[in-house]
C-alpha cells in the first residue's frame, strides 16, 4: 500500500510541476533513428541502428526539453529494447521568419537497454544537436526536427569486466508539441 501511495504522489507531483504555467510551455510525441558508428584500432562500422518513440515536455521559463520514452533496435548483433531519457539546453533559438526558427545546444541521454531481461546494457552521452521548428495556428502547435552528435559510453551490466565501450551515435528527430 505505501509503494502505491509514494507512486501516486511523485506522478501527481511531477504532473503538476510540468503542466502549471510556471514550468511548462508544450508538450509532445516525437520519433526517432538513432545510426551509432563504432570506432576501433582497426575500423570502423555502423553497429547500432536503433529508433526511438518519445514523450517531450518543453519549459516556458528555461530554454530546456527534456523526454522519456522507449527504444528499440539492433544494438551490434541483438534487438535490444528498454527505455530511454534526455535533457536538452536550448543555447541559441534565432528566429528566421516569422513564427520559423532555428534552434541549437547541449545536453544529456541515457538509456537502459535489455535483450532478453538477462542480459542488460547501459548507455549515456552528451548530446549536441541543431535543429529547426515552425509554430502554426496561432502558436498552438509546434513542428520541429533536430540532428544531434552524442559521444556515447556504453557498458554491460551484467558482464562481470569493467570494460565499457564509445560509440557515436547521430540520432535524427522530429516531432509534434502542443502549446498550452
Not at 539492433?74 to 520559423?100: C, E, H, P, R
Amino acid at each position: 500500500m505505501k509503494h502505491i501511495f509514494k507512486t501516486t504522489l511523485i506522478t501527481v507531483s511531477i504532473l503538476f510541476l510540468f503542466t502549471s504555467k510556471i514550468f511548462a510551455t508544450g508538450a509532445g510525441i516525437q520519433a526517432g533513428l538513432i545510426p551509432g558508428l563504432f570506432i576501433n584500432e582497426t575500423s570502423s562500422s555502423v553497429k547500432n541502428l536503433t529508433g526511438n518513440i518519445t514523450g517531450t515536455i518543453r519549459m516556458s521559463k528555461f530554454p530546456v526539453v527534456a523526454g522519456a520514452g522507449f527504444e528499440g533496435g539492433k544494438l551490434f548483433s541483438d534487438f535490444n529494447y528498454g527505455f530511454s531519457v534526455f535533457a536538452d539546453y536550448w543555447a541559441v533559438d534565432l528566429q528566421i521568419k516569422n513564427t520559423w526558427s532555428f534552434y541549437s545546444g547541449f545536453g544529456f541521454s541515457g538509456k537502459l537497454l535489455t535483450s532478453d531481461f538477462k542480459k542488460w546494457n547501459f548507455a549515456a552521452g552528451a548530446r549536441f544537436f541543431a535543429g529547426t521548428n515552425y509554430t502554426f495556428y496561432d502558436n498552438f502547435l509546434e513542428l520541429y526536427a533536430q540532428q544531434n552528435i552524442v559521444p556515447t559510453y556504453i557498458k554491460s551490466l551484467t558482464s562481470s569486466g569493467n570494460d565499457g565501450m564509445f560509440m557515436f551515435c547521430f540520432p535524427f528527430e522530429a516531432g509534434l508539441r502542443m502549446h498550452f
